[in-house]
């Protein structure tokens, strides 16, 4: 194990990882479960040389893994990077993208209390930073220093990244409810409640705030909009309906996270479908059957969606159709994609990176950067990919196109 102030690179950090590629002329409630999927894992196809990656560098997790890490994303913004440790609970900032530490703000546990365990975040707004704890605590900081603005508390398990607009911060807990908390002191301002399934995924959709109102998938197979200021209903679409025989069949929760471009949400269910829905009338305009427990990708002509087997699929934006769909990683359990420059990447259960062409889904490069897996989801910020792996351990890499003769 590394120090806490170990942001230590590789012994070989400078060096340039060649990847595989192909040439590039040529992505609470009752009982939770979680969300690995038993799928026979297809072999991989072999590649040729096309992309370099420079790992800038790497911190291994000073805590143990008895939280889903795949909920504690890392954060990007202002040039600054920030990331959690748990447990204990620690927050760091540091300088984007190089690494060098900048604070660390530690979560003593109360007098005689359990320790805390940070389950989201970091959610930025700002100048602040949100994160939600175990015991069902909303935490707020000042992203300069990690200096506490306050701490509320809210009815249970905070599992996605509270979000503000400046004036009111949004909380999406596990037992399903809503909270609207005033940005300036963490004083509960409303509360709405959504009824939660017997049986459902272990995590939750982080809201998105747009204009007056905040729009949030729910356990329930539902798309929901509220007031902003009060918490009240604008109006609900439905995602999926429960069908099967089985509790397990008939699980439907909408756990990505909703996105907003030109006036439309787009938003997905597992054991459901892929929808497209007027973010002012909550009217749906398409829907794709595809079941994800994943966030979209989603730019100016395609919906980009990692299924539940590992199909990555790209929709047509506009009307929903199939475009492409890309099966050669099924059954690896992949992340959400992300953008990195020209391509799409994912991660997988094995610890790989796989770049695709977006035009028509072909893989261009791989590379295992970790022995266990990523579960995502991957940030990428002018260029720089910046992910944590299953065992919470922080990656930071850099790639780009070889020219031919490289």
Not at 55 to 84: I, M, N, T
Not at 353 to 358: D, G, K, T
Not at 379 to 391: A, E, I, N, T
């Amino acid at each position: 194990m590394r120090s806490d102030h170990s942001f230590a690179r590789l012994q070989t950090a400078t060096r340039t990882l060649v990847i595989v590629a192909f040439a590039l002329f040529a992505a609470s409630c009752g009982t939770v479960v979680t969300r690995e999927e038993d799928h026979e894992a297809q072999p991989l196809p072999g590649l040729v040389t096309g992309i370099q990656a420079e790992l800038l560098w790497y911190r291994q997790s000073q805590g143990g893994h008895d939280v889903d890490e795949a909920l504690l994303a890392p954060a990007v913004q202002g040039g600054r990077f920030y990331f959690v440790d748990t447990p204990p609970a620690r927050l760091f900032a540091v300088k984007a993208p190089a690494g060098r530490r900048l604070w660390r703000k530690v979560f003593d546990p109360p007098a005689g209390g359990e320790p805390v365990v940070i389950t989201s975040g970091p959610g930025l707004s700002g100048d602040m930073i949100l994160l939600g704890t175990r015991e069902g605590e909303v935490i707020a900081l000042r992203q300069d220093d990690g200096r506490l603005l306050w701490r509320s508390r809210v009815s249970s398990e905070v599992l996605s990244p509270p979000v503000s607009d400046g004036r009111v911060v949004v909380v999406h807990v596990n037992d399903g409810r809503l909270f609207g908390l005033d940005a300036r002191d963490g004083r509960r301002l409303w509360v709405y409640e959504s009824s939660v399934p017997s049986l459902s995924l272990r995590g939750t959709s982080t809201p998105l705030i747009d204009s007056r109102k905040v729009i949030v998938g729910l356990a329930s197979g539902k798309l929901v909009a509220l007031a902003l200021q009060d918490g009240k209903v604008i109006w609900e679409a439905t995602v999926a309906v429960p069908q099967g025989r089985s509790e397990l069949e008939r699980i439907v929760d909408v756990d990505g996270d909703p996105v907003l471009r030109d006036g439309v949400i787009y938003a997905a269910a597992y054991h459901g479908r892929v929808v497209a829905v007027s973010a002012a009338t909550g009217r749906i305009l398409w829907g794709r059957d595809v079941s994800t427990y994943h966030s979209l990708l989603v730019d100016r002509d395609h919906v980009y969606v990692s299924d539940e087997n590992g199909v990555l699929l790209a929709l047509e934006r506009r009307s929903g159709a199939i475009l492409w769909q890309q099966e050669e990683l099924q059954g690896r359990i992949l992340s959400a994609p992300a953008r990195d420059g020209e391509l799409l990447v994912v991660g997988d259960a094995s610890g790989y990176l796989h770049w695709l062409s977006p035009e028509d889904g072909t893989l261009v490069a791989r590379h295992q950067v970790s022995p266990v897996g990523l579960p995502g989801p991957i940030v990428s910020h002018d260029g720089v990919l910046y992910l944590k792996d299953q065992h919470n351990a922080v990656y930071v890499l850099q790639t780009k196109k070889l020219r031919q003769g490289e």
